[in-house]
């Protein structure tokens, strides 16, 4: 009691201490006994403590002595406002330009997924719209939409996904790009089928990441590694990494693409050479009916949209050549079966519930394997559908037991021993000597012509 006693009397500088206002608060309302001292309570405080105001106690800054000048070097605060000013600028239309391809209506999707309460800041997203339709812009005849966001340590990547994108050709006198392995798929198929783009400041330029490689993809898939928002970095795991953590990102993207997108099923159809078409919304023969939210609430809705990833990194096999039977040397295994696309949906690994909050309701596939990733789908007024992918996470599969490094591998066994051979004994080597002679000797002779008489 008497140590809180001691703190409440600790006075300021104008010698006032909650004690004392107390004190003199209590007084005023005995004195004055207002019909309601509950309410007055607060009045009749500041009233008191007005008292103890010391006009010279407060100290006013000085005044500028001089305006920044406009031309000096911008700190980093007034760098990021401005970066972000010419960002938000880039939203705004172009009436000279040609009309672009839209980009997806970030804004809209981002209320879909809000109603699995997953998502970014209304901040955020509206700063990642007006970022994809910057770098949409910046690259004629391509599109792009918001794929997601990877998050690291200490820093994040933004995730764009691009279609027709065509590289710039190298300046002159740069050293060519190196050619892609031999059983890498080309650039427009399997895993390569988009290119994507990352950056970890949505007011700064994307970059662009290579191609994958069928070797980065099994590599991946034996690592647990966080991303460091430096694609320059080295990837310090084991395996080792064929690579930096540029083309580690782009092989974490590449099987969250191949795993996690999907689509409502009869949405696309498969034909037998294993082409995959959209089918129209209609009533028309050949075409099809949107489905209600409530029907893909259930897993049977939904379907994947691309092909998996087979165990050599790709998603296709390589071609066979026939080649004769040799009975000395067996032939290799036969590829094991292609993860064809459309594939139905496993309980182990997904979930799909039917949300409704207030307008048409909102059905959402959410990945157990993949935590992060989900896909909405919502059908408005019109049939008009509505289906949206995102990530956002660690670009790492949950694992169902403790994670393990991988061992490295045996030590080379020590070879055998070797024994130090006897010494033939000098008779022997002296006779086999002697034979050796005497046969070459007997050949020369041999070869000799007849003597002349």
């Not at 000013?85 to 705004?92: E, H, T, Y």
């Not at 997601?148 to 994108?165: F, M, N, S």
């Not at 993809?217 to 647990?224: D, P």
């Not at 990945?367 to 007024?381: D, F, M």
Request: charged share 20%; proline share 11%.
């Amino acid at each position: 009691m008497e140590s809180g006693k001691a703190f409440l009397k600790k006075s300021d500088p104008n010698g006032v201490s909650v004690y004392s206002h107390l004190t003199d608060v209590l007084a005023s309302l005995l004195e004055t006994q207002p019909a309601n001292a509950l309410a007055a309570f607060e009045g009749v405080s500041t009233a008191t403590k007005a008292k103890a105001y010391t006009a010279g106690a407060v100290s006013i800054p000085p005044a500028p002595t001089e305006l920044p000048d406009p031309n000096a070097e911008a700190g980093p605060g007034e760098a990021w406002a401005a970066a972000t000013s010419a960002l938000l600028a880039a939203v705004k239309p172009d009436e000279e330009a040609a009309t672009p391809a839209p980009v997806p209506d970030i804004l809209a999707e981002s209320k879909l997924f809000e109603c699995a309460g997953v998502g970014l800041s209304a901040d955020e997203t509206y700063c990642v719209y007006a970022s994809v339709v910057a770098l949409q812009k910046s690259m004629e005849g391509s599109t792009a939409r918001f794929f997601g966001k990877i998050l690291g340590v200490p820093t994040d990547y933004y995730v764009a996904e691009v279609t027709g994108y065509t590289p710039p050709d190298p300046e002159e006198g740069a050293p060519e790009p190196p050619a892609p392995p031999a059983d890498a798929e080309a650039a427009g198929t399997g895993l390569n089928t988009f290119t994507y783009f990352v950056t970890t400041d949505l007011s700064k330029a994307w970059t662009a990441l290579p191609d994958v490689t069928p070797e980065q993809i099994k590599i991946a898939g034996r690592i647990r590694k966080y991303v460091t928002g430096d694609l320059a970095a080295d990837v310090r795991a084991y395996p080792g990494f064929p690579g930096k953590e540029k083309e580690y990102v782009r092989a974490l993207i590449a099987r969250l693409f191949a795993a996690t997108t999907l689509a409502p099923a009869g949405k696309f159809s498969l034909s037998e050479e294993g082409e995959v078409t959209e089918v129209e919304v209609g009533t028309d023969e050949g075409q099809r009916t949107a489905p209600p939210a409530s029907v893909l609430g259930e897993l049977d809705g939904w379907c994947t949209r691309y092909m998996g990833i087979l165990e050599i990194g790709r998603t296709t096999n390589l071609p066979v050549e026939e080649e004769e039977e040799d009975s000395d040397k067996p032939k290799p295994p036969p590829p094991q079966p292609e993860i064809p696309a459309l594939s139905p949906l496993s309980a182990e690994e997904w979930t799909a519930t039917t949300y409704s909050h207030g307008g048409p309701p909102v059905a959402v596939a959410s990945s157990l394997k993949w935590p992060g990733a989900l896909t909405a789908y919502q059908l408005g007024k019109g049939a008009v559908e509505t289906c949206a992918s995102i990530y956002i996470g660690y670009g790492l599969p949950r694992l169902t037991t403790l994670f393990q490094m991988e061992a490295p591998p045996p030590f080379q066994e020590e070879p055998a021993e070797v024994h130090e051979q006897a010494d033939m004994p000098l008779d022997e080597e002296n006779a086999i000597f002697v034979a050796a002679e005497t046969a070459r000797i007997a050949e020369e002779a041999a070869a000799l012509p007849d003597p002349e008489e």
